[in-house]
């Protein structure tokens, strides 16, 4: 960066939700920030203590990405919970429960 020119801010949002409580924060970050670094200066590590950014899935508008990668303006960080259940093995059980239906003939 030369001297005298003000580093270029881009504005980002990041997500997190559990099922009683969602936070959406917008920040400003420079250029050059990474995912992680948007994520830290949300403010929502403190406000869930919860997320394990180690063990975090991250995404940009539904799109995995890693945390090392480079923000650009306008995106959306979404942090992900960890799934409960497999939501293959959930249908499977579903399907396996359900009684087939009689034919009217």
Do not use: N, W
């Not at 030369?2 to 009683?20: D, T, W």
């Not at 990668?69 to 960890?82: A, H, K, L, S, T």
């Not at 429960?97 to 009217?104: D, E």
């Amino acid at each position: 960066m030369s001297r005298g020119r003000k580093p270029i801010r881009l504005h980002v949002e990041v997500a997190y939700a559990l099922r009683e409580r969602q936070a959406l924060v917008g920040v400003e970050v420079e250029e050059c920030a990474t995912i992680d670094e948007a994520i830290e200066r949300s403010g929502i590590l403190e406000a869930f203590p919860e997320i394990d950014l180690r063990q975090a899935i991250v995404g940009i508008f539904g799109r995995p990405v890693a945390l090392d990668e480079q923000i650009r303006g306008g995106d959306r960080v979404e942090i992900y919970r960890p799934l409960i259940a497999d939501p293959k093995e959930v249908r499977r059980r579903k399907a396996g429960r359900s009684t087939p239906r009689s034919r009217r003939g």
